[in-house]
């Protein structure tokens, strides 16, 4: 498969198995995501061929793919947020006798039953903007499950789940595999591909590199042969030393819309220097505080200092990025990327003002230096910085994300899950640059729900539950 400046799939032999969990594992830029969006017929191949129940197929549309049996969801959501539950899962599809309007009645009826399978109580006339990352994603698998798919790829399934709905996740997708669906399943949770594969496909930069029976196979094998070298397990040197506290929170309260508190009372420091880890599972308040900070979430009581300064609650969020804060949102696509817009639009949109000449005009020749320098700094793999970023692996995305903040020389660096939905070379790539930017004097504040990673890059943990530390 050949793009612009880039083969992002080299000659690659592709097996599938019958009944079976097929996992594939890659770094970002290995081209899993290419490789199946040619069998879901999004794409198409430059040259070689899909075989099929052993006959010769081309997918020109996903609606061709869907019609042989292969059904898709993809690792950034494609919901519609104006429309509701049951209208976003069979959106294209709709129920109708003849010429007669929708059935709606009977859409909401498979909605909530298609729901009641992967045990989630949602209502199918609630709107999809109204729901939490992590039940969008549920809902992206409803919409795939009500194509009755002989072939179902799931790129990224669990990336915003809590550990609960992966539970009942891998219960559905062994249920299917007993009535003989197959599963393509992409993820970088490795202990997760070991629970729930049967057959592992691994591809290194866009060529084929090794398959295996899960139950031959562990960890340590998939990453040697995933990067050729053995993982970096604590990025953290011993003795590290810190600063005066450069960010400053008290009684930190937020109360959402339905008048619940998201945030309850948090109170914390962070020093010059310091990597603060906030660990929690999915609802507990991490997202919430995050934009509190940064004064996304305007609707919170507490006081905010950042350098010895208080940061007053009705300054905005450009106001608080030109003080020093800065964030790096869970959600790439939702609230992170201008995805038709370039890699280098996406980089500086944030700091364009740093380069203003008599704020008025940009200064061309600094902006292209910049560019060019975050994206050699971060080893972003791109041909061109004005490739259109949804172009990119969601690893590479994320680099690019993380660069806008810092093109902003952040006093305090947020990080939403910096590490959701990117593989582990890329993600030791962004523990190495938090430690970095501590090394630099930058606070860097993060959150996860992963219990390795906050103790692999963690100077200090802070453990949030139900919106308070406990």
């Known amino acids: 498969m050949l793009f612009p400046g880039t083969v992002a799939l080299d000659n690659v032999d592709y097996n599938v198995w019958r009944g079976k969990v097929n996992v594939i594992i890659g770094e970002n830029g290995a081209g899993k995501s290419t490789l199946m969006k040619i069998l879901a017929g999004v794409q198409q191949p430059s040259l070689g061929e899909i075989v099929l129940n052993g006959k010769s197929v081309h997918f020109s549309s996903t609606r061709e793919a869907a019609l042989h049996g292969i059904g898709m969801v993809h690792q950034e959501l494609n919901l519609f947020e104006n429309l509701s539950v049951a209208e976003n899962i069979f959106l294209g599809r709709e129920l109708q006798k003849g010429i007669a309007p929708i059935n709606e009645a009977e859409q909401e009826k498979r909605a909530v039953e298609l729901l009641k399978r992967l045990d989630q109580p949602i209502s199918p006339k609630e709107l999809v903007g109204n729901l939490k990352v992590g039940q969008q994603q549920l809902i992206e698998i409803a919409k795939a499950l009500a194509e009755d798919a002989d072939i179902l790829i799931l790129d990224e399934p669990t990336s915003a789940l809590s550990k609960t709905e992966v539970d009942i996740l891998f219960r559905v997708i062994r249920e299917l595999t007993r009535q003989g669906v197959t599963i393509i399943y992409i993820s970088h949770r490795l202990e997760e591909l070991m629970t729930i594969g049967d057959v592992i496909t691994i591809l290194r930069d866009g060529k084929f590199q090794s398959e295996a029976k899960v139950s031959d196979i562990d960890v340590p094998w998939i990453v040697r042969e995933m990067l050729g070298s053995d993982p970096v397990s604590n990025f953290l040197e011993p003795g590290r030393t810190f600063g005066a506290p450069l960010l400053e929170a008290e009684h930190i309260t937020c109360v959402n819309a339905a008048g619940n508190k998201v945030v309850n009372d948090v109170s914390f420091k962070v020093h010059t220097g310091e990597i603060v880890g906030i660990y929690g599972l999915m609802g507990a308040g991490r997202t919430e505080l995050f934009e509190c900070m940064l004064g996304t979430e305007r609707n919170y009581f507490g006081k905010l200092w950042l350098d010895s300064k208080p940061v007053p609650q009705r300054l905005t969020p450009?106001?608080?990025?030109?003080?020093?804060?800065?964030?790096?949102?869970?959600?790439?696509?939702?609230t992170g990327i201008f995805p038709v817009s370039s890699v280098a639009n996406n980089l500086t949109i944030a700091s364009l003002w740093r380069r203003l000449r008599r704020g008025l005009t940009i200064a061309n020749k600094e902006e292209e230096t910049v560019v060019a320098s975050t994206i050699g700094n971060l080893s972003i793999k791109v041909s061109s910085p004005e490739v259109e970023i949804q172009a990119l692996s969601g690893g590479n995305q994320q680099k690019v994300v993380i660069g806008r903040s810092l093109l902003t020389n952040p006093k305090v660096l947020f990080?939403?899950?910096?590490?959701?939905?990117?593989?582990?070379?890329?993600?030791?790539?962004?523990?190495r640059m938090m430690v970095q930017l501590s090394q630099q004097g930058i606070a860097v504040v993060f959150s996860t729900s992963d219990l390795k990673e906050i103790m692999a890059v963690s100077d200090r943990i802070l453990v949030m539950s139900g919106g308070k530390l406990t």
């Open 318 to 334: 450009a106001d608080r990025i030109r003080m020093g804060m800065s964030l790096v949102p869970e959600d790439r696509k939702r």
């Open 415 to 431: 990080l939403d899950e910096p590490t959701r939905g990117i593989d582990i070379g890329a993600k030791a790539d962004v523990f």
